[in-house]
């Protein structure tokens, strides 16, 4: 029979005395209530419960990645941990709402009270910038200074070492590289796929040429357009050309991890590659929802503080903007649908080739 002494019960289970307590208002401490301060506390400790286990979830996929011959049959798992983590993003994003319930001029009752406070002191947020793959020299400038500067000295070190460390970037780019490419004596697949889009260039070049309703200046533009796409697919094709485009910042993601997610995203029908492609499609995912997010957080902060510096002594509203597009980490992959063709110009696979990429058995 169990001891009910040792039963854990509801309340002690989830520690509600330390947490209901946790809500300490500085309006109130001041002499100076300001109601809406106690909807501003519980919003903000949330994100960073949220946060706590998103870098819990990035932490369980490291594990699965950091083995050297990556276990295939976990990527599935990996997939799932991804897709709570957009959830949670997505519910981070929803929970804006619940601030803008808040009006600008509730805001500004306590706003100055929480000087030289902000969320851009957040530590975790930080450790989950770094764990996904977002480079120092990368970072919008924070006043000039170094993001680090901010950062409480209790977290300071988690956070330096999660700079310092494999990102899911890393981690990913190297599970790419090892994808087996479509190449046996007898068949080359980048061959084939190369002839394919300068046949769709082509064909589509001979459209505009054919099409009576545009002017010759319109034809013109669009034949430059076409170019420029040609110049692009070749760029693909000549490590040399893609190397220096990545040297220039064009390419994050090493030529053989690029044609490794090209293949999959191309190939997604098949059996074998439908756990990579939502893998691929998770990290895309994770990408948008975190732009969203700042987006949305944009738009608070200029709905709130206009152009008021923030707490922290950022330039508010405006740092924030000018971190959406920065901060992409996975914007390679989002990229690829440059070099895609229509399903129905995709290169005849060889059987044995196509027997690989299914779950093929012999009786």
Request: no cysteine; proline share 2%.
């Amino acid at each position: 029979m169990k001891n009910k002494k040792n039963t854990p019960n509801y309340r002690d289970y989830l520690q509600l005395k330390l947490l209901l307590k946790s809500q300490e208002l500085v309006s109130d401490k001041l002499g100076k209530k300001a109601h809406d301060e106690m909807l501003f506390i519980i919003t903000h400790q949330v994100y960073e419960l949220w946060f706590k286990q998103i870098l819990y979830e990035i932490d369980s996929i490291f594990e699965v990645f950091k083995i050297k011959n990556v276990d295939e049959s976990k990527i599935g798992t990996v997939v799932s941990r991804l897709h709570r983590i957009n959830e949670i993003i997505q519910l981070l994003i929803d929970q804006i709402k619940i601030l803008e319930t808040m009006t600008p001029m509730d805001f500004l009752e306590f706003r100055d009270m929480l000087t030289p406070a902000s969320g851009f002191q957040s530590g975790q947020f930080r450790m989950i910038e770094n764990k996904i793959g977002l480079l120092k020299n990368e970072r919008h400038a924070y006043g000039g200074k170094n993001y680090k500067d901010k950062i409480h000295k209790n977290e300071f070190k988690d956070v330096e070492n999660s700079e310092n460390s494999d990102s899911l970037f890393i981690f990913v780019e190297k599970w790419l590289e090892r994808t087996p490419f479509l190449v046996s004596e007898d068949y080359n697949f980048w061959d084939q796929y190369k002839k394919a889009v300068k046949k769709m260039i082509l064909n589509d070049k001979k459209i505009i040429e054919k099409n009576e309703s545009l002017s010759e200046d319109e034809k013109e533009s669009h034949y430059n357009q076409y170019n420029s796409t040609e110049k692009m697919f070749n760029s693909f094709f000549d490590e040399s050309v893609f190397s220096k485009m990545k040297s220039s910042g064009q390419f994050r993601l090493s030529y053989k991890a690029t044609h490794a997610a090209l293949l999959i995203l191309l190939y997604r029908d098949q059996p074998i590659l439908h756990n990579p492609y939502r893998l691929l499609s998770k990290l895309i995912d994770l990408d948008e929802l975190l732009t969203t997010w700042r987006y949305k957080h944009h738009l608070l902060a200029t709905r709130m503080i206009g152009k008021k510096i923030g707490t922290g002594g950022s330039v508010g509203a405006s740092y924030l903007k000018k971190a959406l597009t920065k901060h992409r980490v996975f914007e390679d992959l989002s990229s690829l649908t440059t070099f895609l063709i229509p399903r129905s110009e995709l290169p005849s696979l060889p059987e044995e080739i196509i027997r690989k990429l299914s779950f093929h058995y012999d009786s």
